[in-house]
């Protein structure tokens, strides 16, 4: 894909004196750290890892929705040739304890501890029973065949709002209620702004249920040493440190005991955090049968990994010249079975970014997660921001629309202004800094809309439209929990030799944020970042902190590591001060030496440290030895305390971006294809301006498909239909044209650094502006445009009824 590289504008805080941050490698596009072992097929994946001597994990899942389980045959399984063990759901409750889940114990009065295999209840089709294991995956897997279990099948709750009724069937037979959560945001006089405005509009849209799709599924494996009494997990997990409290609790060992390494990953998108049953099963049973234990999921098994299936019916109110008065809102969200992955908090997140990025006084927003009989809900890229965003930019477009007016007009007329910030949502989340108008203006000198806009007037066959959103994705995520989250750590020595060694908390799961936190602590120090090396992914050999999650991988480990290396860079200035007779505020680091501010005085880097290191009793007898440090980074815009009234804020920084979009719509066949895409982003400060373009196009990527073609499709028993790649349409390279990007840059003050995150803004203004310009080009039928993503039988369907 084509990518157009414009200059930033708007970059006058990173020209100022105040720049928090300033070095040779600051704002370069680095090639990333490894990158060539990606491209050339070079990598070891967890599956390649698998030792020859381990046994293969298969799971026995439900065919049920839900169902009591009334007996469980292993015999034949058992016998089968390879076959090493089968282990049931109560036979897992005897040899370990339950996963740890972020659900509050007393929501639920009958609260029912969540095992990695379900005991006397089964809560969705796909829910794990019993696991197999074996000499050879294949035998596993031929042997789950022959595990005969009898149910007594009872009501499922397939359907969110049918779920709230009282009279219900519940999707958990031990609760009274399918609700799970829920949340009521007021700001101002809602309904005294709706009385008096000039103008209401209402409408509703639903998103269906949706997945990650990563090119590597899951994989781990366990080996438990006897000797030491420790078990080691390897595999596809984006937070080593939460994953090793999660299996010492399961298998009641001290953390001491529990090694978790993460290995290179072939994307996750947010679907490997950590609490998948598969995780404690291995380590469960390596420990067991005293054998390495490996599971390696199928495509069909990824595709159980459910999210987003959400609805909002919303209201929009404004006064005649287009001034938004109030904004009123009812979301309602599947979240499927409750596990112990934390996937459900995004039906959380969703209304906490409405009204965005627009200053709308008066606001109501109530939401109600439901728990129904699907796959429970995992981690997925936009987190619940993309759906909030949406039906604001909906209500936005109808509101223009019914006022006649320029639907960007209407839009620069209701931002918040550059001078606003901070500001307050309705939420509690404090908007750290933006230039709304400034990146719309931006865009619209990229963007052709002219020239669209006349190709949609002498449309023949298809429908041609544009379309405009704003998107304000908040990141750094910081929830109040049990498990280690909201901070993340650094280590940064300094060898006797010169080179430099991060260790971080932090992962990369295919990101490349390893080379952003190379570039920072390269500049730190004035060395080349081939001097800098970096490790990640160990629990053994690295810090403790949350891990891979909300962007937080620069932001808040790359914040630690320059912590860190500063701290180590003033014990070595001590001496060098001292060397060369110069204060040490005055010493730069720059080019591999140390050196005075007039140029004149130098001593190479690694020729300062060699001496620290090796005349301990001399002139450097002052610095503290060895050149080593760890440092916590921990957000400042983050509160955890309740304000007046009643609300938190877990969210540090708020990167926005503005989209737009041309698209043309077949109105024999409905089939969408996307003629044009621009969008301006802004992340604050910038490390390495390459690997934010990648994570930006591929989010809008990934927004698009969102869009128009990515769906999970469940049947009526509430099995899933899309269980491969040949059903669940993806995006092909075909179907995108080229991006036109542009970056702006507002620092967060909030941030040693002026950072504010980077992995997922650009999903949902794709889908927002995608949404938006199929919308403008149906016309009147766009208007009851609600459900994503945009099928072509949902668009002949809106066509037809114009008709």
Not at 14 to 42: D, H
Not at 48 to 68: E, I, N, Q, T
Not at 99 to 128: Q, S
Not at 241 to 253: D, K
Request: aromatic fraction near 6%; glycine fraction near 10%.
């Amino acid at each position: 894909m084509a990518v157009r590289r414009d200059e930033p504008k708007g970059t006058e805080a990173q020209n100022s004196a105040s720049m928090p941050l300033a070095g040779a490698w600051l704002g370069r596009s680095v090639p990333r750290i490894g990158g060539g072992r990606y491209v050339s097929g070079g990598v070891e994946y967890a599956a390649d890892l698998v030792p020859r001597d381990a046994l293969f994990l298969r799971v026995v899942r439900s065919s049920l929705a839900h169902a009591k389980i009334r007996s469980i045959d292993v015999e034949a399984a058992s016998r089968f040739p390879g076959v090493v063990a089968v282990i049931t759901g109560e036979q897992v409750r005897q040899i370990s304890r339950p996963m740890p889940t972020r659900v509050p114990r007393e929501r639920f009065p009958g609260y029912l501890d969540t095992y990695c295999l379900a005991g006397d209840e089964v809560l969705y089709v796909g829910h794990p029973i019993a696991a197999v294991i074996a000499v050879t995956a294949n035998d596993a897997e031929a042997a789950i065949e022959l595990v005969k279990v009898e149910y007594d099948e009872l009501p499922a709750v397939l359907d969110a709002e049918s779920g709230l009724n009282a009279s219900s069937p519940k999707a958990r037979s031990a609760w009274n209620t399918n609700l799970v959560a829920g949340d009521k945001i007021r700001q101002g006089d809602v309904e005294a702004a709706f009385a008096a405005a000039d103008h209401v509009v209402r409408g509703s849209v639903s998103f269906a249920p949706a997945t990650s799709a990563p090119m590597e599924p899951r994989c781990y494996f366990a080996e438990w040493d006897r000797r030491r009494s420790k078990l080691t997990l390897t595999g596809t997990m984006q937070q080593p440190h939460p994953t090793r409290w999660m299996i010492a609790e399961v298998m009641s060992l001290p953390e001491a005991q529990v090694r978790v390494v993460a290995t290179d990953m072939g994307g996750t998108f947010g679907l490997k955090m950590v609490g998948h049953p598969e995780e404690a099963l291995v380590a469960i049973l390596s420990r067991h049968l005293n054998r390495t234990v490996a599971f390696v999921e199928s495509r069909e098994e990824c595709f159980l990994a459910n999210a987003r299936e959400q609805t909002h019916h919303f209201e929009l109110a404004a006064n005649a010249d287009g001034k938004l008065m109030a904004f009123r809102d009812r979301m309602v969200a599947d979240i499927g079975t409750v596990s112990a992955v934390g996937g459900w908090l995004m039906a959380m997140v969703s209304p906490t970014v409405i009204p965005t990025v627009y200053d709308v006084p008066n606001c109501a927003v109530d939401s109600f997660l439901v728990t129904t009989n699907k796959p429970p809900w995992q981690g997925v890229r936009g987190y619940g921001k993309e759906t909030g965003n949406l039906a604001v930019e909906r209500a936005v477009d109808l509101m223009a629309v019914e006022l006649g007016i320029d639907p960007v007009e209407l839009r620069r007329k209701n931002l918040l202004a550059k001078s606003s910030f901070p500001h307050r949502l309705p939420s509690g989340h404090n908007l750290d800094s933006g230039d709304y108008e400034g990146a719309l203006d931006q865009l619209l000198e990229m963007f052709p809309r002219a020239r669209w806009e006349a190709v949609a007037g002498n449309e023949t066959r298809g429908r041609v439209g544009v379309g405009f959103a704003f998107e304000l994705t908040p990141e750094g995520a910081s929830f109040p929990g049990s498990m280690p989250s909201g901070f993340e750590t650094s280590t940064v020595i300094v060898d006797p030799t010169g080179t430099v060694r991060v260790a971080t908390s932090v992962t990369s799961p295919g990101s490349g944020n390893e080379t952003g936190i190379v570039q920072l602590v390269a500049d730190v120090f004035g060395v080349h970042t081939a001097e800098v090396a970096i490790a990640q992914g160990d629990t053994d050999i690295t810090p403790i902190g949350g891990g891979n999650t909300s962007s937080r991988s620069l932001m808040f480990g790359g914040a630690a590591a320059v912590l860190a290396a500063r701290d180590v860079r003033e014990r070595i200035s001590t001496y060098v001060s001292e060397l060369l007779g110069v204060g040490a505020d005055q010493l730069q680091y720059v080019a591999g030496e140390i050196r005075s501010g007039d140029g004149k005085k130098t001593i190479p880097f690694k020729q300062a440290v060699h001496t620290i290191y090796t005349q301990a009793y001399s002139a450097a007898a002052s610095v503290e030895l060895p050149l080593q440090t760890s440092k916590t980074y921990r957000a400042s815009n983050v509160r955890h305390v309740p304000d007046e009234h009643g609300r938190i804020s877990s969210y540090p920084s708020f990167p926005y971006s503005v989209h737009a979009a041309a698209v043309e719509v077949d109105a024999e066949t409905g089939q969408v294809r996307v003629l044009d895409y621009a969008a301006i982003h802004d992340c604050g400060i910038v490390v390495n301006p390459g690997l934010v373009e990648g994570q930006f196009k591929g989010a809008i990527v990934m927004g698009i498909g969102a869009a128009l073609w990515e769906e999970l499709q469940f049947g009526q028993d509430g099995t899933l239909t899309t269980n491969r790649l040949k059903t669940y349409v993806l995006p092909r390279s075909k179907d995108i044209p080229p991006l036109k990007i542009g970056h702006r840059c507002t620092p967060s003050p909030f941030h040693p650094l002026g950072m504010k995150g980077a992995g997922e803004s650009g999903f949902g203004g794709a889908i927002a502006a995608i949404t938006n310009a199929v919308a403008n080009a149906l016309g009147e039928s766009g208007r009851s445009l609600s459900r994503i993503p945009h099928r072509p039988e949902r668009i002949l369907a809106l066509l037809g009824g114009a008709r």
